[in-house]
């Protein structure tokens, strides 16, 4: 049987295929406990797990408990997060970290919007209930999702109330024109940008967090982790805003270059000499330089809007190719 035909989830009843998918690296503590209580919530769901080369086992236990595994070399949740939405056909995706950090029982919720067509990704937001201000103890994580909502907020202008959580439902047209560029833990941030962004309907369900059990770790570094999502942040801000950030930093170029410049012109008005030369020449320098940002802001805002049209064209195409109907 082929891969494509393996995957292809279509409910034969004509109920709408779920895919329940589970990256894992090194969660053999959980894996058996989140693939059970996932069949025992959602009994005609497909559950799929990834091992990203797992040394303790995770990938033989979650098989025998009935999901079907796959193996993925490349390290890195993004990498893993990437091929799952390439493999796997169906009309909704759950995509939930295999820790047992987030409830199956919240997965019903989650579909809901989606079947209901009120939105084309659901959020688990941990935040709000104030269940994983309780339970996590790991320092600096509230403070970082934090600073990424934040960040988002101010620059994409959509407030959400958890960036980071690893509970998420998607259909399948927002799987199969997901371009998955971050290899890590950053594609909880990608995710979320990018739906802002394309203006994907996007909706947010409390759900109750429980931490890890004893004796299981964390794959998540905050500080070095942390460092690698502000820099997605700040590369889709380029990507994606280029008119906005070339702006900023144009505007910060010309004021250096006034700061230099202003006391420069006020002497040469007051005696007509112009003695710190050295002094004028880098305000005009600065002042050009922030010129030639905001052309290249300019420059690159046409490129984004032309790709912008190809996407829209591309998940048009998408649209028709799964039979579904196109939303304003």
């Given at each position: 049987m082929s891969l494509e035909a393996a995957d292809n989830t279509t409910d034969r009843t004509g109920k709408p295929s779920v895919a329940v998918i589970i990256p894992c690296y090194n969660e053999a503590l959980t894996i058996a406990k989140v693939v059970d209580d996932f069949k025992r919530v959602l009994p005609d769901a497909s559950i799929y797990v990834y091992d990203n080369n797992s040394t303790d086992g995770t990938g033989d236990i979650a098989r025998e408990h009935g999901a079907q595994v796959r193996v993925?070399?490349?390290?890195?949740?993004?990498?893993?997060?990437?091929?799952?939405?390439?493999?796997?056909?169906?009309?909704?995706?759950?995509?939930?970290?295999?820790?047992?950090?987030?409830?199956?029982?919240?997965?019903?919720?989650?579909?809901?919007?989606?079947?209901?067509?009120?939105?084309?990704?659901v959020v688990g937001d941990r935040l709000s209930n104030g269940t994983y201000g309780e339970e996590n103890d790991r320092a600096f994580h509230g403070f970082?999702?934090?600073?990424?909502?934040?960040?988002?907020?101010?620059?994409?202008?959509?407030?959400?109330?958890?960036?980071?959580?690893?509970?998420?439902?998607?259909?399948?047209?927002?799987?199969?024109?997901?371009?998955?560029?971050?290899?890590?833990f950053e594609i909880e941030t990608e995710l979320s940008i990018h739906a802002v962004d394309k203006r994907w309907r996007i909706a947010e369900v409390p759900i109750d967090y429980r931490d890890r059990p004893e004796g299981s770790e964390s794959k998540l570094n905050t500080f070095s982790d942390g460092m690698k999502v502000l820099m997605m942040i700040l590369s889709l801000f380029k990507d994606y805003r280029p008119l906005a950030l070339f702006s900023l930093l144009g505007l910060l170029l010309c004021v250096v270059g006034l700061l230099f410049g202003v006391p420069v012109i006020w002497e040469f008005a007051h005696t007509g000499l112009v003695p710190k030369l050295p002094t004028a020449l880098l305000a005009v320098a600065f002042i050009f330089l922030g010129m030639m940002s905001f052309s290249c802001?300019?420059?690159?805002?046409?490129?984004?809007?032309?790709?912008?049209?190809?996407?829209?064209?591309?998940?048009?195409?998408?649209?028709?190719?799964?039979?579904?109907t196109t939303h304003a």
């Amino acid at each position: 049987m082929s891969l494509e035909a393996a995957d292809n989830t279509t409910d034969r009843t004509g109920k709408p295929s779920v895919a329940v998918i589970i990256p894992c690296y090194n969660e053999a503590l959980t894996i058996a406990k989140v693939v059970d209580d996932f069949k025992r919530v959602l009994p005609d769901a497909s559950i799929y797990v990834y091992d990203n080369n797992s040394t303790d086992g995770t990938g033989d236990i979650a098989r025998e408990h009935g999901a079907q595994v796959r193996v993925e070399r490349r390290q890195g949740k993004g990498n893993v997060v990437r091929q799952m939405m390439r493999d796997i056909d169906a009309d909704y995706y759950i995509m939930v970290d295999g820790d047992d950090t987030y409830p199956a029982e919240a997965a019903p919720e989650l579909l809901a919007p989606l079947m209901n067509d009120e939105a084309d990704m659901v959020v688990g937001d941990r935040l709000s209930n104030g269940t994983y201000g309780e339970e996590n103890d790991r320092a600096f994580h509230g403070f970082g999702n934090n600073l990424v909502r934040f960040l988002i907020k101010a620059i994409y202008g959509f407030e959400f109330s958890d960036v980071m959580t690893g509970y998420r439902a998607y259909n399948e047209v927002f799987a199969k024109s997901m371009p998955v560029l971050s290899p890590g833990f950053e594609i909880e941030t990608e995710l979320s940008i990018h739906a802002v962004d394309k203006r994907w309907r996007i909706a947010e369900v409390p759900i109750d967090y429980r931490d890890r059990p004893e004796g299981s770790e964390s794959k998540l570094n905050t500080f070095s982790d942390g460092m690698k999502v502000l820099m997605m942040i700040l590369s889709l801000f380029k990507d994606y805003r280029p008119l906005a950030l070339f702006s900023l930093l144009g505007l910060l170029l010309c004021v250096v270059g006034l700061l230099f410049g202003v006391p420069v012109i006020w002497e040469f008005a007051h005696t007509g000499l112009v003695p710190k030369l050295p002094t004028a020449l880098l305000a005009v320098a600065f002042i050009f330089l922030g010129m030639m940002s905001f052309s290249c802001g300019l420059i690159l805002d046409t490129v984004v809007k032309g790709a912008r049209k190809q996407y829209e064209l591309e998940v048009t195409r998408i649209y028709e190719e799964c039979g579904k109907t196109t939303h304003a």
